[in-house]
């Protein structure tokens, strides 16, 4: 990744997700004199590390990524809590109209159009940055735990007049239910008080993992060392003496808001990274079009499938198979017809096989099944029901329904041949399928 900080200005913080390197070669040793700052990341995975800890106002996203679509990497910005109402534009090469309802749909502001100059990218990113995101004006939330009558009416219009969101409650007993169902930001809560004090509440909140992390402010005319140092034990992040001044109170709640808001802020930033980062990690897995796992990950699989099975001498088994006739569905229906065809096979592949099996597509029309711990006989019957159950399927597009048949290999792993032996050897069996007129399975 890297930061333009002399293309375009300091004041509008942009992201460009710039997998085909389009605009790097736009704005590229360009004089700018604007206010913008502009942070080029070369994929989606450092693009959305980007969006989510560089403070960004504004994200631009090629449509045209190899990794995967533009849409689909705002459907991901647009699903995260942290990212979700940062503008974002389109850069494409497209002018199908198709595109910009998708995008509409999933939540794009704009889209700017291959090829344009300097000047247009920066005019639309001036617009784009002009576009309010969504804020929800969300008060902060006070709770005061406090059983003296004449402190709960100083609390109340202090909190009041500043603006806050408060509960007060006078019973210490019905604390924990009532900080439960308020989730309040801060607790300030007094010391000494009948039934639970102020120390005991404390330690059941920070007991409570619902309820550790909200900072409590402990109101208090006792200053002895020993009880601040068992307070601040049990997890009180500050202390007011009693009588208080309303300005160091207030200066005091907001510096530890300020300092909850950050902490739930990075909390939810490390959890959606956490998230956006397996979803990534799922999409460089899997087959865009099938939901299997493409080919480069069932090689990934079948050689860790391979130690195990030598390491416990147990049987491995592969099934390769293949559409037949498949090019006629491309030439004579489209190619919309012929993906309907590729999704309709791996669905009633996936139902076939069983939960231990591992399915791929392995590239084209063609697909293979990893069947740990199990004979070449009984991968064989694995692979007839496949056969059977796509034989008996159909593939609906439109108004057609169109049949479909497979040709099927299935071969054993001898512990000595390599990988790329062992998957020869059924390819070459799924071909002596084909030869025997299609439509059926061959054990090599």
Same mark, same amino acid.
């Given at each position: ?41 070369d994929?989606?995975k ?10 960004i ?10 990794q ?45 159009i ?8 920066i ?35 202090i ?7 408060y509960?007060?409650?006078s ?16 607790v300030?809560?007094d010391q ?9 509440l ?25 009880s ?12 007011l003496t ?10 005091r ?8 808001k ?26 865009? !079009?099938?939901? !299997?796992?493409?080919h ?16 416990n001498?147990s049987?491995?088994?592969?099934i390769?198979?293949?559409? /037949? ?5 491309? /030439? ?34 063609e697909?293979?099944?990893? $069947? ?5 006989g009984?991968a064989?019957e694995v692979?007839e029901?496949?056969?059977? /159950? ?11 329904? $169109?049949?479909v048949?497979?040709?099927a290999?299935?071969? !054993? ?10 998957v020869?050897?059924a ?18």
């Open positions: 990744m890297v930061t333009g900080n002399e293309v375009i200005g300091r004041v509008v913080k942009g992201l460009v997700i710039d997998g085909a390197g389009y605009v790097r070669k736009v704005v590229d040793g360009k004089p700018h004199g604007r206010g913008y700052s502009l942070i080029l990341a994929n989606p450092d693009g959305l590390k980007s969006a989510i800890e560089d403070d106002d504004l994200i631009l996203v090629d449509d045209d990524m190899p995967m679509e533009g849409i689909e990497f705002v459907n991901i910005l647009k699903g995260a809590e942290t990212t979700k109402n940062i503008p974002v534009g389109i850069v494409t090469s497209s002018v199908e109209a198709k595109l910009r309802e998708e995008g509409k749909k999933a939540g794009v502001a704009d889209f700017l291959k090829p344009f100059t300097l000047p247009e990218l005019g639309f990113i001036e617009s784009l940055s002009r576009t309010d995101a969504a804020t929800t004006g969300e008060k902060e939330r006070i709770v005061v735990v406090e059983d003296s009558p004449i402190l709960c009416k100083i609390y109340a219009n909190l009041s007049r500043f603006g806050f969101e509960q007060i409650i019973d210490s007993r019905r604390a924990i239910e009532g900080i439960t169902s308020f989730q309040p930001h801060l300030l809560m000494n008080m009948p039934d639970i004090n102020g120390m005991e404390t330690r059941m909140l920070k007991g409570n993992e619902e309820l550790v992390n909200i900072p409590i402010i402990m109101v208090t005319s006792d200053t002895k060392k020993k601040i140092l068992k307070a601040l034990e049990y997890g009180v992040v500050d202390f009693k009588p208080f001044d309303e300005e160091v109170l207030l200066a709640m907001r510096a530890h808001l300020n300092n909850k950050l902490f739930d802020s990075l909390s939810l930033a490390y959890k959606e990274m956490s998230e956006l980062k397996n979803r990534l990690e799922l999409l460089s897995i899997t087959d865009g !079009l099938t939901g !299997l796992f493409n480069r990950h069932f090689h990934d699989i079948l050689r860790e499938q391979m130690r195990l099975s030598k390491k001498r049987e491995l088994s592969i390769l198979f293949d559409i /037949d006739h498949f090019k006629k569905f491309n /030439d004579v229906y489209g190619h919309k017809a012929g993906d309907k065809v590729i999704q309709v096979t791996a669905h009633v592949l996936q139902k076939s096989i069983r939960p231990q099996d591992i399915s791929a597509r392995y590239g084209g029309e697909y293979a099944v990893i $069947l740990p711990n199990t004979a070449v009984v064989g692979a029901k496949i056969r059977s /159950d796509v034989e008996g399927s159909k593939a609906i597009f439109e108004d057609l329904s $169109l049949s048949t497979v040709s290999g299935v071969a !054993l792993w001898d512990y000595e041949c390599s990988e790329d032996k062992f020869v050897c390819d070459m069996a799924m071909y002596e399928s084909k030869k025997a007129g299609r439509n059926k399975v061959t054990i090599a």
